[in-house]
């Protein structure tokens, strides 16, 4: 089963993806993108990284995981995400030395590694390739030139009080003021999910596509339901306690069928007709649902992750 949903959100005043800070002064992520317009104008443009939403939905696939009561390592069920990076980590996740086949080991021990990948770095390395596939957020084409940056100021001082006499400031005390870059923007979303390899090794040649777990569809169920909540209740990005986003789902497209079919990108507005030329050419026993097209935003979810369900 083949999940693949691409999406334009518009996202006003966030903050979901910073990345450095210099001095009191909050930056917010920047990546080039080429508008192709006569010239092919580059623009620096704020965008939200994959790392960034492939983050929030391990911690998602983390809960669901645990609470339908499959086996998560110690560590990605706090939202640590080391993932067997080299043996001491492997023996802090699972308590264990690694056997002759680590990346059996790992599938059959922590759900979110066999569904998100893991790259053991030791002498000799073994890798896991992720099942769910994403990438950075940039603001639509049309968006482009107008999406914006701007610095916010923030204080928290408390005047009136001995904590901000004036003598003591300038030696670090009370609070600074600090300035956090806000975005405003209609983003442009990806996220693909292949169940093939779930709970089969990948690594070696020899096992390739050996299945080692007996819960396969137990874990391809909850990758599945990990989806609805992370798309519904938008779980990822980072400040969200004081610099929440005004969240609303302009479009939004899934694609189910039997083997790889991805919907194509949403970066031009034709994205939905363009997908469904593609259909009258290409199928993959394909079925689409459509926002707004095919009803609310939960409806057209829920019915396309029942129905991903039902090919498991
Ligand atoms: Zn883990």
């Given at each position: 089963m083949f999940l693949s949903t691409r999406g334009r959100v518009l996202l006003n005043v966030e903050a979901l993806n910073m990345t450095e800070s210099v001095g009191n002064y909050v930056k917010h992520r920047r990546v080039p993108v080429i508008l192709p317009d006569a010239g092919y104008t580059t623009l620096f443009v704020p965008a939200i990284s994959g790392e960034s939403i492939a983050h929030g939905f391990q911690t998602v696939l983390a809960e669901i995981a645990k609470k339908n009561g499959l086996p998560v390592c110690k560590l990605c069920e706090k939202g640590i995400f080391l993932k067997s990076t080299n043996n001491n980590v492997f023996r802090e996740a699972f308590g264990k030395e690694p056997s002759g086949n680590l990346e059996e080991d790992v599938i059959k021990g922590c759900v979110v590694e066999d569904i998100g990948g893991f790259l053991y770095a030791e002498e000799a390395n073994v890798k896991r390739t992720s099942s769910f596939f994403t990438g950075y957020m940039i603001p639509a084409k049309e968006a482009l030139e107008n999406a914006v940056i701007e610095?916010?100021?923030?204080?928290?001082?408390?005047?009136?009080?001995?904590?901000?006499?004036?003598?003591?400031?300038?030696?670090?005390?009370g609070q600074m003021i600090y300035y956090v870059e806000l975005s405003s923007a209609v983003y442009t979303f990806n996220f693909d999910f292949d169940s093939r390899f779930v709970g089969k090794t990948t690594f070696s040649y020899e096992n390739a596509g050996k299945e080692v777990v007996n819960d396969r569809k137990k874990r391809i169920e909850a990758a599945l339901e990990t989806f609805r909540r992370f798309i519904l209740e938008f779980c990822f990005g980072a400040k969200k306690t004081r610099f929440m986003p005004v969240i609303e789902w302009e479009s939004l497209v899934l694609a189910v069928s039997d083997?790889?079919?991805?919907?194509?990108?949403?970066?031009?507005?034709?994205?939905?007709?363009?997908?469904r030329k593609k259909l009258e050419k290409i199928k993959e026993n394909t079925k689409l649902f459509v926002y707004p097209d095919g009803g609310s935003l939960e409806e057209v979810v829920v019915n396309a992750i029942e129905e991903a369900k039902k090919r498991i």
């Amino acid at each position: 089963m083949f999940l693949s949903t691409r999406g334009r959100v518009l996202l006003n005043v966030e903050a979901l993806n910073m990345t450095e800070s210099v001095g009191n002064y909050v930056k917010h992520r920047r990546v080039p993108v080429i508008l192709p317009d006569a010239g092919y104008t580059t623009l620096f443009v704020p965008a939200i990284s994959g790392e960034s939403i492939a983050h929030g939905f391990q911690t998602v696939l983390a809960e669901i995981a645990k609470k339908n009561g499959l086996p998560v390592c110690k560590l990605c069920e706090k939202g640590i995400f080391l993932k067997s990076t080299n043996n001491n980590v492997f023996r802090e996740a699972f308590g264990k030395e690694p056997s002759g086949n680590l990346e059996e080991d790992v599938i059959k021990g922590c759900v979110v590694e066999d569904i998100g990948g893991f790259l053991y770095a030791e002498e000799a390395n073994v890798k896991r390739t992720s099942s769910f596939f994403t990438g950075y957020m940039i603001p639509a084409k049309e968006a482009l030139e107008n999406a914006v940056i701007e610095p916010q100021l923030h204080s928290r001082y408390a005047l009136g009080t001995p904590f901000v006499r004036k003598e003591e400031q300038g030696e670090g005390r009370g609070q600074m003021i600090y300035y956090v870059e806000l975005s405003s923007a209609v983003y442009t979303f990806n996220f693909d999910f292949d169940s093939r390899f779930v709970g089969k090794t990948t690594f070696s040649y020899e096992n390739a596509g050996k299945e080692v777990v007996n819960d396969r569809k137990k874990r391809i169920e909850a990758a599945l339901e990990t989806f609805r909540r992370f798309i519904l209740e938008f779980c990822f990005g980072a400040k969200k306690t004081r610099f929440m986003p005004v969240i609303e789902w302009e479009s939004l497209v899934l694609a189910v069928s039997d083997d790889v079919w991805t919907v194509p990108s949403p970066f031009a507005k034709n994205y939905i007709e363009k997908t469904r030329k593609k259909l009258e050419k290409i199928k993959e026993n394909t079925k689409l649902f459509v926002y707004p097209d095919g009803g609310s935003l939960e409806e057209v979810v829920v019915n396309a992750i029942e129905e991903a369900k039902k090919r498991i």
